[in-house]
């Protein structure tokens, strides 16, 4: 498993790596901080991207810290979901703590969309099970 995190201070910069959380060697986690709108959504994609061109195409996003989530945001998870389901995978996601950054997932009905959880490990538990 590698973990890659995305803050919104080092967005410009590109994602760095990290070993973190216990998580299935078959599943990526993508950890982000900040603010998902229009200029970390080019990170994420990107990063994304990498992973699913890299044959890694079981996503789990950790959205549990981020403070804001835009349209641009929104889309960024959306074209990752469709990638990984075109190369056999699936894009999952933790859900956000804050309430103003749930809401958007609610208002949005991405809520339904995606499978979502409290934590990576639940969110993996369920992969690893299914």
Same mark, same amino acid.
């Given at each position: 498993?590698t973990?890659?995190r !995305? ?11 990290? !070993? ?6 078959? *599943?990526?986690? !993508? ?6 709108d ?5 990170? +994420? @994609? ?5 992973? !699913? %061109?890299? /044959? @890694?195409? $079981? ?5 549990? =810290?981020i ?5 641009? /945001?929104?889309? #960024?998870? =959306?074209?990752?979901?469709?990638? #990984? $389901?075109?190369? /056999?995978?699936?894009? $999952?996601? *933790?859900?956000?703590r @804050?309430?103003?950054?749930?809401? *958007?997932?609610? +208002?949005?009905?991405? %809520? ?11 969110? #993996? ?6």
């Open positions: 498993m973990e890659t !995305i803050d919104e201070a080092e967005s410009s910069q590109g994602p760095g790596a990290s !070993i973190a959380q216990p998580i299935p060697a078959e *599943v990526e986690l !993508i950890s982000l901080a900040g603010r998902l229009v200029v970390s959504s080019n990170t +994420l @994609r990107q990063t994304i991207k990498e992973h !699913i %061109d890299g /044959g @890694r195409n $079981r996503l789990l996003i950790d959205l549990s =810290v403070d804001f989530v835009d349209s641009a /945001g929104l889309a #960024a998870l =959306v074209r990752g979901m469709k990638l #990984a $389901r075109q190369a /056999g995978g699936d894009v $999952r996601l *933790v859900r956000p @804050r309430s103003d950054a749930m809401r *958007v997932f609610e +208002l949005t009905t991405f %809520d339904k969309i995606f499978e979502m959880g409290e934590t990576a490990q639940e969110m #993996a538990s369920q992969w690893s099970a299914s």
